[in-house]
């Protein structure tokens, strides 16, 4: 996992400066990374021809994509320019979508056309690279979506919480704190819970996420770290949410952590639902905290990855109640969140939806 982050990274890297020093040769013009990747491919072939390239491997590419291809370098060689296989298609779109909007064919319903449309936008998007770089906030929204792994969505509730079924039947709930006055009370981005009807318990975790380089993080350049996990801890630890059960303990199982700081990767693979990123217990993180006199305390991907849960992992086990609180009692809950401003004092969290149990 981490010689794979390093090769990502490695990689974004190169794609990153030489970004940079293209849009300073195109005098300003900002290049697409679409088009940087592309430059990266056919100039940096030593890095990117391996197998284990995240940015290199060989596309598999429709018939119809390649015609375009062909005709792009065709026109290429015969006009003197660069002209990409991106540009051809999206021209077809274009014409296409002058002749549908036209005045004179209102009537028509030029079927054939609207289909070429439709495939044509999607040969587009399939050939896209799948790589991106996001922030917290679109990492957290990301993950924050209708689609997860294991999981079948039920429910959602004006953009507070998702409903979720595990394939146990038992019902998940991600509920979003970011970024207002909840995380401000609990120093957690995230909370995720499973409900057990029969038992009318509840098990938790609380998860911080925050944006590292390389495998690397760096408090000094993260807003507010330090507070965000005084209050999770005082908020979750310090209440006694992390203590084990003192009967009916699961035979095996990782410690009732609760509270979570998740440092996440920049770069995303659109390819997968969520975004990557390790998981580490508050009550872990000084013990693994490295100091240095120019840029104060880090957390280096070396230290933690020993300790802590990658996203795969993380999800799996909460599931399979492997890790995350004991199970609370629904009263627990509500009173932890009417005292964080989660819930108003009358509001309940019995959200058991028909779609869902």
Same mark, same amino acid.
């Given at each position: 996992?981490?010689?794979?982050?390093?090769?990502?990274?490695?990689?974004?890297?190169?794609?990153?400066?030489?970004?940079?020093?293209?849009?300073?040769?195109?005098?300003?013009?900002?290049?697409?990374? %679409?088009?940087?990747?592309?430059?990266?491919?056919?100039?940096?072939?030593?890095?990117?021809?391996?197998?284990?390239?995240?940015?290199?491997?060989?596309?598999?590419?429709?018939?119809?994509?390649?015609?375009?291809?062909?005709?792009?370098?065709?026109?290429?060689?015969?006009?003197?320019?660069?002209?990409?296989?991106?540009?051809? $298609?999206?021209?077809? $779109?274009?014409?296409?979508?002058?002749?549908?909007?036209?005045?004179?064919?209102?009537?028509?319903?030029?079927?054939?056309?609207?289909?070429?449309?439709?495939?044509?936008?999607?040969?587009?998007?399939?050939?896209?690279?799948?790589?991106?770089?996001?922030?917290?906030?679109?990492?957290?929204?990301?993950?924050?979506?209708?689609?997860?792994?294991?999981?079948?969505?039920?429910?959602?509730?004006?953009?507070?919480?998702?409903?979720?079924?595990?394939?146990?039947?038992?019902?998940?709930?991600?509920?979003?704190?970011?970024?207002?006055?909840?995380?401000?009370? #609990?120093?957690?981005?995230?909370?995720?819970?499973?409900?057990?009807?029969?038992?009318?318990?509840?098990?938790?975790?609380?998860?911080?996420?925050?944006?590292?380089?390389?495998?690397?993080?760096?408090?000094?350049?993260?807003?507010?770290?330090?507070?965000?996990?005084?209050?999770?801890?005082?908020?979750?630890?310090?209440?006694?949410?992390?203590?084990?059960?003192?009967?009916?303990?699961?035979?095996?199982?990782?410690?009732?952590?609760?509270?979570?700081?998740?440092? #996440?990767?920049?770069?995303?693979? #659109?390819?997968?639902?969520?975004?990557?990123?390790?998981?580490?217990?508050?009550?872990?993180?000084?013990?693994?905290?490295?100091?240095?006199?120019?840029?104060?305390?880090?957390?280096?991907?070396?230290?933690?990855?020993?300790?802590?849960?990658?996203?795969?992992?993380?999800?799996?086990?909460?599931?399979?109640?492997?890790?995350?609180?004991?199970?609370?009692?629904?009263?627990?809950?509500?009173?932890?969140?009417?005292?964080?401003?989660?819930?108003?004092? %009358?509001?309940?969290?019995?959200?058991?939806?028909?779609?869902? $149990?």
């Amino acid at each position: 996992m981490a010689e794979n982050l390093d090769r990502l990274n490695t990689e974004w890297l190169v794609i990153s400066a030489l970004r940079e020093n293209l849009s300073l040769i195109s005098e300003g013009e900002q290049l697409s990374y %679409n088009d940087t990747i592309r430059f990266a491919q056919e100039n940096f072939k030593e890095l990117f021809k391996s197998n284990k390239s995240f940015f290199g491997k060989k596309r598999t590419v429709s018939n119809e994509y390649e015609k375009y291809e062909q005709e792009a370098a065709a026109r290429s060689r015969k006009e003197r320019k660069e002209i990409r296989t991106e540009e051809l $298609i999206q021209e077809r $779109i274009d014409y296409i979508e002058t002749l549908i909007k036209s005045p004179a064919n209102r009537k028509e319903q030029l079927s054939k056309l609207k289909n070429e449309r439709r495939k044509l936008k999607k040969l587009l998007e399939e050939n896209e690279p799948k790589i991106t770089r996001v922030t917290e906030n679109q990492a957290l929204m990301n993950d924050f979506s209708l689609r997860r792994p294991g999981l079948k969505y039920a429910d959602s509730y004006a953009g507070k919480y998702n409903v979720y079924q595990t394939r146990s039947g038992k019902q998940f709930v991600l509920r979003f704190f970011h970024p207002g006055a909840p995380e401000g009370a #609990t120093g957690v981005d995230v909370v995720y819970e499973i409900y057990d009807k029969r038992e009318r318990t509840i098990r938790i975790v609380a998860i911080q996420y925050k944006m590292w380089e390389k495998g690397n993080l760096y408090f000094s350049q993260s807003d507010n770290l330090e507070s965000q996990l005084e209050k999770a801890s005082k908020c979750f630890c310090g209440k006694g949410y992390c203590d084990a059960p003192k009967k009916g303990r699961s035979n095996y199982r990782l410690p009732y952590c609760t509270p979570f700081l998740r440092p #996440t990767d920049k770069i995303y693979d #659109t390819e997968h639902l969520l975004t990557s990123g390790w998981h580490i217990p508050l009550c872990q993180i000084d013990d693994k905290v490295e100091y240095s006199v120019s840029d104060g305390k880090i957390l280096r991907l070396e230290s933690i990855k020993e300790i802590a849960l990658n996203t795969e992992e993380f999800e799996k086990l909460f599931q399979q109640e492997k890790i995350g609180s004991r199970r609370l009692s629904i009263d627990e809950i509500e009173q932890l969140y009417r005292d964080n401003k989660v819930l108003q004092n %009358n509001e309940k969290i019995i959200i058991y939806s028909q779609r869902t $149990i």
